[in-house]
């Protein structure tokens, strides 16, 4: 097996176990409430489920980065929600809609076009420290942009979870092929550790910020996490690690094509699944009407109006005097 089709077959392993974490996630953020502390939320073991998931799916992403660019590996990571579709669909008990099976193809169909155009090559250029430094300080700085107080917060803290994941991947990359590099360099270096301090940290931010976005459901904040993980990935590895599309006009304009693709399959699939999280779609259908209880009956205000006070006790007779 070639690197190109180990790093597919890795990235499609790792985007099942990132679909199973993200529908656990939206499940334990749907039955805690907000105000919980998160050290509260640590005593949960729904939570440490979630977490093992995220960890078995960004292990499974870094070898696949070891073998695949980052052009190539992080629009896989599209395939994260479609295969959370039949999962959220089996959790919530109903059916994959024939809207949602569209969404499919189509991310489907953009993928592979995706494929076609990406570098298949293994990765050997990396991050210099000032450039690692650089890409921490820029994506910290859009995070704090998104995570302000206003409108929306489910979907701004969702683009900051896919953006840190994003950033996370590249700096991976930087970290794994510079350590299984077998130039004689030191395996241990102040670039190195900087680079796995800031994988470390955008990794944690971008599993608590994912957390927070999927209080309002599945769907929208899954697909915006979806597409702005490949998307500042994908920047970072043509700007600064010399990634290329193979081909060119043509290629360019198959790759634009399948983006668009990608993302209108994207945008489908978050729909129907926002629908499927409304509460007439939960499982079991809606809500039976409430019957009124026994005590509502037993003490009416018609009973107590009309209800005969007890008798008053009779005087007793005064006795005779002598």
Avoid: C, K
């Amino acid at each position: 097996m070639n690197a190109t089709l180990l790093a597919v077959a890795l990235s499609l392993v790792s985007a099942g176990a990132y679909a199973a974490a993200a529908v656990a996630q939206s499940r334990l953020a749907g039955r805690t409430d907000p105000a919980t502390g998160f050290l509260r939320m640590l005593r949960r073991g729904a939570w440490w489920s979630a977490v093992g998931l995220n960890a078995a799916g960004a292990l499974l992403h870094v070898a696949a980065l070891n073998y695949g660019p980052l052009t190539l590996v992080q629009p896989l990571g599209a395939l994260t929600l479609v295969v959370a579709v039949p999962l959220g669909a089996r959790a919530a008990g109903r059916r994959v809609g024939r809207v949602e099976w569209r969404g499919t193809a189509l991310t489907l169909l953009g993928l592979g076009a995706l494929l076609l155009t990406a570098g298949g090559s293994a990765p050997h250029d990396t991050l210099t420290l000032p450039e690692a430094l650089g890409v921490g300080a820029a994506t910290m700085a859009v995070v704090a942009g998104l995570g302000r107080p206003g409108v929306r917060p489910g979907l701004r803290h969702a683009a900051a979870s896919g953006i840190t994941s994003g950033v996370a991947s590249a700096l991976t990359q930087t970290l794994t092929v510079a350590v299984t590099d077998h130039s004689g360099g030191p395996l241990f270096s102040w670039r190195l550790l900087t680079v796995a301090l800031l994988v470390s940290a955008f990794a944690m931010g971008g599993l608590l910020l994912s957390q927070t976005a999927y209080r309002g459901g599945l769907g929208a904040p899954l697909a915006v996490v979806t597409l702005a993980n490949p998307v500042a990935a994908a920047a970072i590895g043509l700007a600064l690690l010399g990634e290329r599309l193979q081909g060119g006009p043509v290629s360019l304009a198959l790759a634009l094509l399948g983006a668009a693709a990608a993302v209108r399959g994207v945008v489908l699939l978050s729909r129907a699944q926002a629908r499927g999280t409304e509460p007439d779609d939960a499982p079991g259908g809606p809500a039976p009407m409430e019957r009124p209880s026994s005590r509502t009956v037993i003490r009416s205000p018609r009973r107590a109006d009309t209800a005969t006070p007890p008798p008053a006790p009779e005087p007793v007779p005064a006795h005779a005097s002598g």
